[in-house]
């Protein structure tokens, strides 16, 4: 039985050299053939580029190097900010016992080992353990819940590194044990001082080339802010260039070498959800152009087109709305367009879709009249249907007063009579409120009017509309078709309520050319399917 060295007569073998243990962890020094980017690494903290917000006397990053705080961290940026060379500054800086593993293959069973080992080492006096867990958001909750009483009591002293989100990816208790370190993707100019570093170190190529200034900005623009990527496409170029026997790398060496930049985008990761955002942002922002570039971005990365093709869709109903309401055909034309076609011909096709949405007037009112809607709905306002508007097809539900007083607006002239669709205790509730945008515009005219004669409110204030003199049997069919000699049949308002001066308008007692022919028949909301549009 594991008596965890209660009873040993010796105490297990620990070693103290920190260079021991970082090199079992793996993190030794890089041989003389190991790839750019190992090589040039930093060898104390002093030669970190970047991440000045975290370098200052005391800060919590210098403390985590130099061990002077046994702080547990969560270090998170992109890729080539500097993760895993904090981590190796880390193993080499201190007495500290180093392990390092990584997520992709470690399980729980490696955690707890690790951990009652350092809990052993410390019983004896030996060293503190740093666990370095490199893309820690790739464990499970069960895993990082095997890391919280360790971390808590500082058996051990974790760091951690990941490229997601830890607000999402890291759980919560373990977040709460650690301090989280934001680590930013550097500017250009680190960038640069990084390529120039490694030409002329030791370390690096040691001036067995050198680099035209166009070649450098080819580097710089590639690199995006990851200094892996920059010194992994110089260590490329260079070696074209010895193999041709030239001593500059100039522009046209680089390009050959690497001639595609990587864009930096995860299908699951937190990229995504960011270009993603900036997606939506800035169409709803009406910028055609940034649009673009972000869908661009998402197409040459590989994201699913029906994922893209989702998103234009609920934008189409979500920012445009009624301002327009042939974004939400365009939008599901480009979807399904997607779907018949496929990649690549159907980019044309979201292309397309997406200056259309970027373009459009906006109006978010369909989207807070629902959420307005269904708020009254969660805090239980509502109550019964009215007795009404109750289903009244089957046996028995006349007697119970369903259907009983129901009016049937299609029997009115006009189509629109006054009655009562709400719960009682939402009678004179505004969820809908239309803006003045696009075709918004004219829906906005109408929907004051139908409001009153539904609700029998009267006519409407005098001087907002034109009253008219219609022929027997004209429809106003921005109105909903109703007839001028029939306006008080089934409401108090008058035919003219409906009449605007908008589109469709009638105008000095003219009647509309609306009426004629079918070609105009209107929709389920009483608009004219053939209005112009402001």
């Not at 994922?307 to 869709?313: P, Q, S, T, Y």
Request: glycine fraction near 10%; charge should be negative; include cysteine.
């Amino acid at each position: 039985m594991d008596t965890d060295g209660l009873f040993s007569l010796a105490p297990p073998d620990v070693r103290s050299p920190a260079s021991t243990s970082a090199e079992a962890a793996g993190f030794a020094a890089p041989a003389a053939d190991a790839p750019l980017p190992v090589r040039m690494r930093p060898a104390s903290i002093d030669e970190l580029v970047g991440q000045e917000h975290l370098l200052a006397p005391g800060a919590p990053l210098r403390q985590l190097v130099t061990g002077s705080s046994p702080m547990s961290v969560i270090l998170w940026g992109p890729p080539g900010t500097g993760k895993t060379t904090i981590a190796h500054l880390v193993a080499h800086a201190t007495d500290r016992k180093f392990v390092a593993m990584s997520a992709l293959t470690a399980g729980v069973k490696d955690v707890r080992a690790v951990i009652d080992t350092a809990r052993r080492e410390r019983r004896y006096g030996g060293p503190p353990t740093v666990l370095f867990i490199d893309e820690v958001h790739r464990f499970s909750k069960t895993q990082q819940d095997s890391l919280l009483a360790a971390v808590e009591d500082r058996t051990v002293t974790l760091l951690a590194a990941t490229t997601e989100n830890p607000y999402f990816s890291v759980i919560s208790p373990l977040l709460s044990r650690c301090v989280l370190l934001t680590l930013q993707a550097l500017d250009a100019d680190d960038v640069r001082g990084l390529i120039r570093r490694a030409i002329t170190d030791q370390r690096g190529l040691g001036g067995a080339v050198t680099l035209s200034d166009q070649a450098e900005d080819h580097l710089v623009r590639l690199a995006s802010g990851d200094v892996r990527k920059a010194l992994t496409a110089l260590e490329a170029a260079a070696g074209t260039a010895l193999a041709q026997g030239a001593k500059e790398i100039d522009l046209a060496t680089a390009e050959r070498a690497v001639d595609v930049a990587a864009v930096r985008y995860d299908r699951d990761g937190d990229a995504h959800y960011d270009v993603t955002s900036a997606f939506i942002k800035s169409m709803r922002g009406s910028d055609p152009d940034a649009a673009l570039h972000y869908l661009a971005r998402m197409l040459v990365a590989g994201e699913d087109p029906r994922f893209i093709a989702r998103r234009i869709v609920i934008f189409a109903s979500e920012d445009v709305g009624m301002a327009d309401p042939q974004a939400l055909l365009v939008a599901a034309a480009a979807a399904e367009a997607v779907q018949l076609i496929g990649m690549p011909e159907a980019q044309l096709n979201l292309a397309q879709a997406v200056v259309h949405m970027a373009t459009a007037p906006k109006s978010n009112s369909v989207t807070t009249a629902l959420g307005a809607a269904m708020a009254d709905v969660r805090a239980g306002r509502g109550g019964p249907v009215p007795p009404h508007l109750r289903d009244a097809h089957y046996s028995g539900s006349r007697g119970l007063g369903h259907g009983r007083g129901y009016r049937y607006p299609h029997d009115d002239p006009r189509g629109v009579v006054r009655q009562q669709y709400v719960p009682d205790d939402l009678v004179g509730t505004d969820y809908y409120r239309p803006t003045d945008h696009g075709a918004e515009r004219a829906v906005g005219e109408r929907v004051p009017r139908l409001r009153r004669i539904v609700r029998g409110l009267g006519p409407v204030t005098p001087g907002v509309t034109r009253s008219v003199t219609a022929s027997a049997g004209t429809p106003d069919h921005a109105a909903g078709g109703a007839r001028a000699e029939d306006a008080s049949q089934s409401s108090t308002g008058s035919a003219s309520e409906l009449i605007t001066d908008g589109p469709g308008a009638v105008t000095d007692g003219v009647t509309p050319a609306v009426v004629e022919g079918d070609e105009k028949r209107t929709d389920d909301s009483g608009a004219s399917a053939g209005e112009e549009q402001p």
